[in-house]
């Protein structure tokens, strides 16, 4: 577990007067910190994070969902903001992420649930879909491929291969924490900035992230690339829940034909793409929300 520390006020607070609130989950052997809004009897939503982001990457749908009717669930993943961060590469496999997810849900008393990731919040969404189908009723997915695809690609795209540069850097030792850390975090900055479109992210948002990031440390966030690598891959490949993937075609980071394979392993997929938009294509373009609106009603 993490050592005990005064929390940061990344909690709900960042969204005051919008009806949410923080809670503390106890899941799958963490304390999952979690953010809720809306009425507690109504379908339940729940919304994943990726890297280096926390639940505050979703403050564009949260409130758009409740108006609509849903109860939106939103965790700082392990390792991640006020959660709990383990020790060790294996607490950062697939399976024990996506464990956190089902316990969640059976948390607000539910046997399943829409589920909504992007990023790496989108490989664990894709892991549950597939590990625990009877958990999801429909699923989202904003930028980030089925997993089968993106081990394919990285096997068989020289282009993929070198835009997943960070991914292999990532294995090294101790040498990324460093280099994170330095310079006030610098480089971690250069993560949101890079990938997203100008304006995306302001100087208050940047500020809230630093916050973030410096509580749990970086080491954590490092090793969920760490154990994507030493995860077993799930029994079966095909997603039998309607899915709906949302995709910005300037994410500098993934090859755009991941999207269409992604949706080819789908039984029930559509595929949105959004010209000019980034990695962040749910933060830059409010058809998403809209589109994720249509899809789970």
Not at 167 to 196: C, H, K
Request: charged share 25%; glycine share 6%; net charge negative.
């Amino acid at each position: 577990m993490s050592v005990t520390k005064t929390r940061p006020k990344t909690d709900a607070s960042l969204l005051a007067n919008h009806g949410v609130e923080s809670t503390y989950r106890d899941t799958n052997g963490v304390q999952l910190h979690v953010v809720t809004a809306g009425d507690p009897d109504a379908p339940l939503v729940v919304l994943l994070h990726g890297h280096p982001d926390f639940w505050y990457g979703w403050r564009d749908q949260i409130t758009a969902l409740v108006d609509a009717g849903y109860r939106v669930v939103v965790p700082d993943q392990r390792g991640c903001n006020l959660s709990d961060a383990p020790e060790g590469i294996d607490a950062y496999r697939q399976s024990e992420l996506a464990a956190d997810v089902c316990e969640l849900i059976e948390s607000e008393g539910r046997e399943s649930a829409h589920v909504v990731g992007h990023d790496f919040g989108g490989f664990v969404a894709w892991n549950v879909a597939l590990r625990h189908p009877s958990m999801v009723d429909r699923l989202g997915i904003c930028n980030v491929p089925h997993p089968t695809v993106y081990r394919e690609t990285l096997r068989s795209s020289p282009q993929q291969i070198a835009r997943s540069w960070y991914v292999w850097f990532y294995q090294v030792p101790r040498l990324p924490e460093w280099l994170l850390r330095r310079n006030d975090m610098a480089n971690m900055v250069d993560s949101l900035e890079i990938t997203s479109n100008p304006g995306t992210f302001d100087d208050e948002t940047i500020a809230h992230y630093k916050t973030a990031w410096q509580h749990t440390g970086i080491k954590p966030r490092i090793n969920w690339y760490r154990g994507f690598w030493e995860s077993e891959s799930p029994s079966r490949t095909t997603i039998p829940q309607p899915t709906l993937v949302c995709w910005g075609e300037d994410d500098i980071a993934l090859v755009p034909s991941m999207a269409e394979k992604s949706v080819d392993y789908c039984d029930n997929g559509q595929l949105r793409k959004f010209p000019d938009a980034s990695h962040w294509v749910h933060n830059e373009r409010e058809e998403v929300t809209e589109m994720l609106l249509r899809h789970l009603s």
